[in-house]
C-alpha cells in the first residue's frame, strides 16, 4: 500500500533557530500533500497544502514566512519551522493523496514529527 | 466552511461488546466523502473506513462499519467485537470533492477497551 515517510520523528531545537522537516511518498507521486498540526489531545489542524511545483495554499492564522513549505518534487515536501519559539513546539503531522482516481479518494498519513523548542 | 462535531471526547467499550462513536457535520455540498480514522499511542493516522456521500449504502469494513444519514448529516461508526487493540483517538474526517481536497477533522473521540 502507499507509504509516506516523514523525518524526523522527534527533533528538539533550541530557540531562534530553524528545522525541517521532510515528508516523502515512497511509492507513489504527490502532487498535493498536506500539513498539520496536532497540540496534545487535541485535533489535527491543517496549515497548509502543499502542491508541487507552486505556492502553498496557508489556512488563515498560519503564518507562511514562519512556516515555509516547499514542494520541489512529486515525492518530497518540506516544512521549515523558522527562527522556532517555545510556542511551536507540537506535533506536525503531512499526509498525502493516495488515490487512484476520483472514486479511490484515500490519504497516507507520515508518522509524525514532535517537535520541541528549547 | 465545513465543520466536523464529535459530541463525545471519551468512550469506553469491554473487549466483545459494541460501541458507537457519533459524528455530525455540516455542509452545502453535495459530492463530499467521510472518513473514519485511528489514532493509537503511536500517533499514526490509519483510515479505518471511507464512505462516499453519493452511495446510499453503508461502508463495512470488517469488525467496522457506518451509519450514515446523509438528509440528518451523520456518520456515526460501529464497532463490534471490541478488542484491547482497538483502544486510540478515532477522528471523523470530512472532504469537499470541490474545494482543495483537504480533509477536515472532528474533535476526536478517545476509546478505551476494557479486558
Known amino acids: 500500500g502507499a507509504v509516506v515517510s516523514q523525518h524526523p520523528s522527534r527533533v528538539i531545537c533550541k530557540s531562534g533557530t530553524s528545522v525541517k522537516i521532510e515528508c516523502r511518498s515512497l511509492?507513489?507521486?504527490?502532487?498535493?500533500m498536506f500539513w498539520y498540526r496536532q497540540f496534545p489531545k487535541q485535533s489535527l489542524m491543517l496549515m497548509a497544502t502543499?502542491?508541487?511545483?507552486?505556492?502553498?495554499?496557508?489556512e488563515q492564522g498560519v503564518e507562511k514566512d514562519k512556516f515555509l513549505i516547499n514542494h520541489a518534487s512529486l515525492t518530497l515536501s518540506t516544512l521549515t519551522v523558522t527562527s522556532a519559539h517555545p510556542e511551536d513546539s507540537s506535533f506536525y503531522i503531512c499526509?498525502?493523496?493516495?488515490?487512484?482516481?476520483?472514486?479511490?479518494?484515500?490519504?497516507?498519513f507520515g508518522s509524525g514529527t514532535r517537535l520541541t523548542v528549547v | 466552511a465545513q465543520t466536523v462535531t464529535q459530541s463525545q471526547p471519551e468512550m469506553s467499550v469491554q473487549e466483545a461488546e459494541t460501541v458507537t462513536l457519533s459524528c455530525t457535520y455540516d455542509?452545502?455540498?453535495?459530492?463530499?466523502?467521510l472518513f473514519w480514522y485511528k489514532q493509537p499511542p503511536s500517533r499514526q493516522m490509519i483510515l479505518v473506513i471511507r464512505?462516499?456521500?453519493?452511495?446510499?449504502q453503508n461502508a463495512t469494513e470488517n469488525r467496522f462499519s457506518v451509519n450514515f444519514q446523509k438528509a440528518a448529516k451523520s456518520f456515526s461508526l460501529k464497532i463490534s467485537d471490541s478488542q484491547l487493540g482497538d483502544t486510540a483517538m478515532y477522528f471523523c474526517?470530512?472532504?469537499?470533492?470541490?474545494?482543495?481536497?483537504?480533509?477536515?477533522f472532528g474533535g476526536g473521540t478517545r476509546l478505551m477497551v476494557k479486558p
Open positions: 474526517a470530512f472532504m469537499n470533492n470541490n474545494a482543495g481536497n483537504m480533509l477536515t
Open positions: 464512505q462516499e456521500a453519493y452511495k446510499q
Open positions: 502543499s502542491n508541487e511545483g507552486s505556492k502553498a495554499t496557508y
Open positions: 499526509s498525502a493523496r493516495d488515490g487512484g482516481g476520483p472514486r479511490n479518494y484515500g490519504y497516507t
Open positions: 455542509t452545502s455540498e453535495n459530492n463530499y466523502y
Open positions: 511509492d507513489f507521486q504527490a502532487t498535493t
